[in-house]
């Protein structure tokens, strides 16, 4: 990378006129809003585990005698994978709430779903994008693509060679609220699942620009605070029924290859506080590493 990172320290005022300090980095001023330069792209890898059932729905338009109700979704070859977007859905869900960035109307729309919702340099706006106005937005396009989670080949030979299979299917009942049992009248429901230890090959790209001169300093924030996202989902569910214990996973030796170097995120990326006006300071360094972008001058 041959630009270098600079750091800046800006005010801008708060919804209610106070002002207060910017997050080290951040870019206030309209005319320095637009991309300058494209950077580079990191290649965050790692295996999905599945730790407790997934179910990931594919709809079923057929009412079948027997018939399973809630199938997930399959590629045309039968196997079960995790679509990109169930994983960047998820992460962007749970970043707005850590950002506080949920519209206050409650009408549940997700954030910048209007121009009233842009403020210059939204960590949010930048990884995972906006349908606002070109004009409101300037700052470049979506960062953050995620492919789609493809089964793992060793361990889909040894669930089939073992006799297993590649699914699993759940029956559940209504309880009755006064007997305690299952409710009369109300036939089973069968949900099928991918069971746990399933594997999935993960893969996502995180895009670099450097906008209004900032040689990429707010990009490569933005993608530790990605990283840390996975910390969250990790601790919250993914696919439906996480309330009723479905969908806990893990990211597995989970890295960034970048420009410079390849960094191992294992070992850093947990047990931190989510911060908003910084992300924690052993994800931005391996961040910088895999860059090849300077310490910031103190």
Known sequence: MASRIRRTEQTRPERGGAARKRPEGMIMSI?????DAYLGQGILTATLVV????????????IQIGGIDNPVVKTPQGDPYVPGSSIKGKLRFLMEWAFGKVRANGDG????????????????LRIFGTAAKKEAWLEGPTRLLVRDAMLDGE????????GGELTEIKTEVTIDRIAGKALDGVGAR??????????????????????????????LKCLAW???????????????SGSRGYGRVRFADLA??????????DNIRKGHAFGTDAPPSEILAAVR??????????
């Open 109 to 124: 729309k997700v954030w910048g779903w209007t121009s009233d919702d842009v403020s210059p340099g939204d960590p949010i």
């Open 31 to 35: 005319s320095q809003r637009t991309v």
């Open 226 to 240: 990605t990283i840390q996202g996975f910390d969250l989902l990790e601790q919250d569910a993914l696919g439906g």
């Open 289 to 298: 590493r895999a860059f090849g972008a300077d310490e910031p001058a103190q």
């Open 256 to 265: 960034l290859k970048g420009p410079a170097s390849e960094e191992k995120l």
């Open 190 to 219: 069968q949900t099928e699942r991918v069971p746990p230890g399933a594997r999935f090959s993960f893969e996502a790209a995180f895009r670099v620009f450097s906008v209004g001169g900032d040689h990429g300093a707010d990009d």
């Open 51 to 62: 730790e407790t059932g997934l179910h990931i729905g594919a709809g079923n338009d057929e």
């Open 155 to 162: 361990w889909r030979e040894r669930a089939l060679s073992s």
